[in-house]
T-cell receptor, first 114, second 114 residues
Framework: GENVEQHPSTLSVQEGDSAVIKCTYS??????FPWYKQELGKGPQLIID?????GEKKDQRIAVTLNKTAKHFSLHITETQPEDSAVYFC?????????????FGTGTQLKVEL | KAGVTQTPRYLIKTRGQQVTLSCSPI?????VSWYQQTPGQGLQFLFE???????NKGNFPGRFSGRQFSNSRSEMNVSTLELGDSALYLC?????????????FGSGTQLSVL
């Protein structure tokens, strides 16, 4: 089955700096890669996603890049703010007409310091 | 638009008991998935339902079961509870067929088994 590795497990940055979180996946058939943000006491919230036919996607301060050959994808957050502090999860799945089963990475605790 | 609603928010049970968790998806969403989140194992897929049928199943023992009703609401049941079942149980819903890959999570039910 699919296996997703995520690094680093913790990341501390100064406000205004950039943060990068990296993930690798094992199953070359995976074609969908979402990123989730989880704040304390809440469920994961989808912040950005990318499909395998796209190399990069951007949404304001957040961007995701995908390298299918190397089987890795990354989340980039620019101009970090204190409210970006949370746990971030990457995930991978193979989208078929039969549904969507996500395999998650182990999470990155991001702390944005003032 | 209301989000995914999970009840109850917290549950305390003892070993050997059974428990039923409830999930109401976002209005119009017909697919419901369940995930288990623990500090040690992270987020793991339990099962996915669409149109009252289980479409996918994760690697959990038969003590974990679920069902979906005609109004898309879903329940999951865990029988003969073990200490290791203590976890946050998350429900997610999605549209089908278009946009089915985007999962929207509820805040979860925190189950403690004593």
């Amino acid at each position: 089955g699919e296996n997703v590795e995520q690094h680093p497990s913790t990341l501390s940055v100064q406000e205004g700096d950039s943060a990068v979180i990296k993930c690798t996946y094992s199953d070359s058939a995976s074609n969908y890669f979402p990123w989730y943000k989880q704040e304390l006491g809440k469920g994961p919230q989808l912040i950005i996603d990318i499909r395998s036919n796209v190399g990069e996607k951007k949404d304001q301060r957040i961007a995701v890049t995908l390298n299918k050959t190397a089987k890795h994808f990354s989340l980039h957050i620019t101009e970090t703010q204190p409210e970006d502090s949370a746990v971030y999860f990457c995930a991978a799945s193979m989208i078929t007409g039969g549904g969507n089963k996500l395999t998650f990475g182990t999470g990155t605790q991001l702390k944005v310091e003032l | 638009k209301a989000g995914v609603t999970q009840t109850p928010r917290y549950l305390i049970k003892t070993r050997g008991q059974q428990v039923t968790l409830s999930c109401s998806p976002i209005s119009g969403h017909r697919s419901v998935s369940w995930y288990q989140q623990t500090p040690g194992q992270g987020l793991q897929f339990l099962f996915e339902y669409f149109s009252e049928t289980q479409r996918n199943k994760g690697n959990f023992p038969g003590r974990f079961s679920g069902r979906q009703f005609s109004n898309s609401r879903s329940e999951m049941n865990v029988s003969t509870l073990e200490l290791g079942d203590s976890a946050l149980y998350l429900c997610a819903s999605s549209l089908f067929p278009r946009g089915s890959e985007k999962l929207f999570f509820g805040s979860g039910t925190q189950l403690s088994v004593l």
